[in-house]
């Protein structure tokens, strides 16, 4: 779920999106090269269980502790 989050966080601060969907986080995983998980909807529900995103009208978008996360890194034992 960490990729999910960093993924969120790339569309608002690096391609300064107010929301993203989970078509951009599997968009992002594609352009990574990296494995796109089974099923993005649960990365994404996780990402909120832990109060790192919020729904959007039209989608997704980071609290301020998912903005924190990303930006002090990421605990151990974390799913990734």
């Known amino acids: 779920i960490e990729k999910t989050l960093c993924f969120g966080f790339f569309e608002e601060f690096h391609n300064s ?11 992002n995983f ?3 090269r990296e494995p796109l998980p089974k099923n993005i909807s649960d990365q994404i529900s996780k990402c909120r269980s832990r ?3 919020m729904e959007h009208s039209k989608g997704y978008r980071l609290t301020n502790t998912g903005e924190a996360v990303v930006n ?4 151990g ?4």
């Open 51 to 53: 109060g790192w995103v």
């Open 30 to 32: 594609q352009a990574a």
């Open 17 to 27: 999106k107010e929301y993203w969907t989970a078509k951009d986080i599997i968009d």
């Open 77 to 80: 034992g974390e799913d990734k």
């Open 72 to 75: 002090e890194g990421f605990s």
